[in-house]
């Protein structure tokens, strides 16, 4: 063992050393953490368990463990019930209306923050006033125009009428606000015009933000129920919520199958559930702009 | 100043996208909403007749729509007290602990990722009457019997139970937010006085922390008008009776089981005054002006 290795290995135990003297001081806020966490989450555990369970083993309370079923419960959901399709209908609902948003939040951000034009108050507050219309305030008519537009049953109507945000162009208008004088002083004496000030300047300057935002859209959108349940009429086009509501129905031999009901939801957690863990750092550097 | 570039016309040409979405999927349909609402639908929806202000007087004279309004307003104060009390809690811990920060912190948001039906379905499979194992583990351990099917006040229990597990992560991730712009000073000075958890966090942080206590208790009292629109319809369907037929679920139910689109377009408009009126004094009263995903 080289004096280096030697030196390492030491500071590995000092450290670790004093992990475990901090967390003995504090093993009161360990044990509230992880029974609250554990009363929280012991749902989801329990669902991705009971997915793998066979017909019989999931109705028996006594056995919580993996089941013998493996994923077959999956194969049945994916292959059978339409999954895949939903799935793939909800990927690209939330894909499309992701990138929608941030893209037209950000040429609408560009304007308010570095044009000075007429008009510009009266604008930004007629986008801002936009956060008190949500669905349910104009559903019926949202539904007819899409009938009229014979839109109905399309992915049109599944992102359209999500695409604009006023959340997204204060974010981004805050953040823009917030980018250095000399910078944009300097685009402006070399001339740079709006579009390249946008692509090479403010877009790299953003990342993290773009990328919150990115997030938390496609979370919105891949996890709306309401809108599609009304404007989706056939399976084919219709996305994973409401597949999910309607594989409740799913029986066999007068019994519903439990398993394939919990396989399907962990399928349509799933994708989310990854994005958040992945993305969880500029995802609350977004939510937490708006504390300043 | 920001402001370099003069040219109106480029202006309007990169704010035409936002504006063309929030006209034509916006503001004219929440419009329509407001003729709408001045009509019968008759026949199926087949004619409509001019009816003038007659559906929000059938609203005002409607027992049912009064219940629905009542439990509407229960179902949102139990709904925002409960998930903000716990992810306040949790949020303190999180704050509060110095080892495995970010694993409790990543755990704690989860739920924000998860969508009103995923945790409504998995809730009706774990509290199902007979077969639930949350069920079978509640009865034993309180010796109670538990039928939400059945039994109004227990279906009511459980949508907003299952409603809170979803808001918890929302909550979070705002707590934490402004917990960690506490300045240090004012910790060092908490942790040599000695004081005990409870009074810390009664008496020094959520007086601190109280503009964004205001601003979740807005944005969790709008949510939770329309948001759980999923639990009901996946739980209960309004049952039983119609106990737990909030405002939204009883507008889908005009509009789409009955077909009665005028008389939904009022009350659409009784959730706009609620919820918009809620969001022009957030947007107004503070400057904290965003609210996420609603629009």
Redesign the interface.
């Known amino acids: 063992m080289s004096v280096a290795d030697r030196f390492e290995r030491g500071r590995l135990r000092t450290t670790l050393k004093r992990?475990a003297r901090?967390?003995r001081r504090?093993w009161k806020?360990?044990s509230?953490?992880i029974l609250?966490?554990f009363v929280?989450?012991v749902?989801?555990v329990?669902?991705l368990l009971?997915s793998t369970q066979t017909k019989t083993e999931i109705?028996d309370?006594t056995y919580?463990g993996v089941g013998s079923d493996g994923l077959e419960n999956y194969r049945i959901v994916l292959q059978k019930y339409g999954f895949l399709n939903y799935l793939t209908n909800s990927f690209v609902m939330a894909s499309l209306i992701a990138v929608g948003k941030v893209g037209?939040?950000m040429?609408?951000a560009?304007?308010?923050?570095?044009?000075?034009?007429?008009f510009?108050r009266f604008?930004f507050l007629?986008?801002?006033?936009?956060?008190?219309?949500?669905?349910?305030?104009?559903?019926?008519?949202?539904?007819?125009?899409m009938v009229d537009m014979g839109w109905n049953d399309t992915m049109y109507a599944l992102v359209?009428?999500?695409?604009?945000?006023?959340?997204s162009?204060?974010?981004l208008r805050?953040h823009?606000?917030s980018?250095s004088?000399s910078l944009?002083?300097t685009?402006?004496l070399n001339g740079v015009g709006?579009l390249k000030f946008l692509v090479y300047v403010l877009i790299p300057m953003s990342k993290s933000m773009i990328i919150g935002l990115f997030v938390?859209a496609f979370?919105?959108g891949?996890?709306q129920?309401?809108w599609p349940?009304?404007v989706i009429q056939s399976s084919s086009q219709q996305v994973v919520?409401?597949g999910?509501?309607e594989l409740?129905g799913a029986t066999g031999g007068g019994q519903t199958l439990?398993g394939l009901?919990?396989a399907g939801?962990v399928l349509?957690?799933l994708p989310?559930?990854i994005?958040?863990?992945l993305a969880?750092r500029p995802?609350?550097e977004t939510?937490?702009v708006?504390?300043? | 100043m920001s402001e370099i570039y003069t040219e109106d016309w480029k202006a309007y040409l990169l704010l035409l996208p936002t504006l063309v979405v929030s006209v034509a999927f916006l503001y004219y349909p929440a419009l329509k909403t407001f003729r709408l609402a001045l009509y019968q639908t008759v026949a199926a929806g087949a004619n409509r007749i001019y009816v003038g202000l007659d559906n929000f007087v059938w609203l005002l004279n409607s027992p049912n729509y009064h219940y629905s309004f009542f439990i509407s307003l229960v179902f949102a104060a139990i709904v925002v007290i409960g998930s903000m009390a716990i992810a306040l809690y949790l949020s303190y811990l999180i704050y509060r602990v110095a080892v495995g920060t970010s694993g409790y912190l990543v755990s704690g948001i989860l739920s924000y990722s998860f969508s009103f039906t995923i945790v409504a379905t998995i809730m009706v499979f774990l509290l199902e009457p007979s077969v639930g194992i949350l069920t079978n583990l509640i009865e034993q351990a309180l010796g109670l019997e538990i039928n939400w099917v059945t039994n109004s006040t227990q279906a009511i229990i459980v949508v907003s139970g299952t409603s809170i597990l979803k808001m918890v992560g929302y909550n979070v991730i705002f707590l934490i937010g402004a917990l960690s712009s506490i300045p240090e000073t004012i910790n060092e000075t908490a942790k040599l006085d000695g004081i005990g958890h409870f009074k810390l966090l009664s008496r020094v942080y959520v007086p601190l922390i109280s503009p964004t206590l205001a601003f979740l208790l807005i944005m969790n009292t709008v949510y939770a008008f329309f948001l759980p629109f999923p639990v009901i319809d996946v739980m209960t369907s309004g049952g039983p009776g119609n106990s737990t037929s909030i405002l939204i679920y009883h507008l889908y139910e005009t509009a789409f089981s009955q077909s009665q689109m005028g008389l939904a377009a009022t009350e659409s408009i009784v959730l706009f005054v609620l919820v918009g009126g809620l969001i022009v004094i957030q947007l107004f009263w503070s400057d904290r002006a965003a609210h996420f995903g609603g629009t």
Request: charged share 10%.
């Open positions: 992990y901090l967390a504090e806020l360990h509230q953490l609250t966490l929280l989450l749902p989801l329990l669902v009971m109705l309370f919580i037209i939040s040429l609408a560009l304007a308010i923050v570095f044009f000075d034009f007429r510009k604008l007629f986008i801002l006033l936009t956060l008190t219309l949500p669905v349910p305030v104009r559903i019926v008519p949202l539904f007819e125009i359209l009428p999500y695409l604009a945000s006023a959340t162009v204060l974010l805050q823009f606000l980018i004088e944009v002083e685009a402006r709006p938390i979370i919105w891949w996890n129920y309401l349940l009304v919520q409401v999910l509501a409740q439990w009901i919990m939801t349509a957690l989310p559930l994005i958040l863990i969880n995802l609350l939510f937490n708006q504390m300043k």
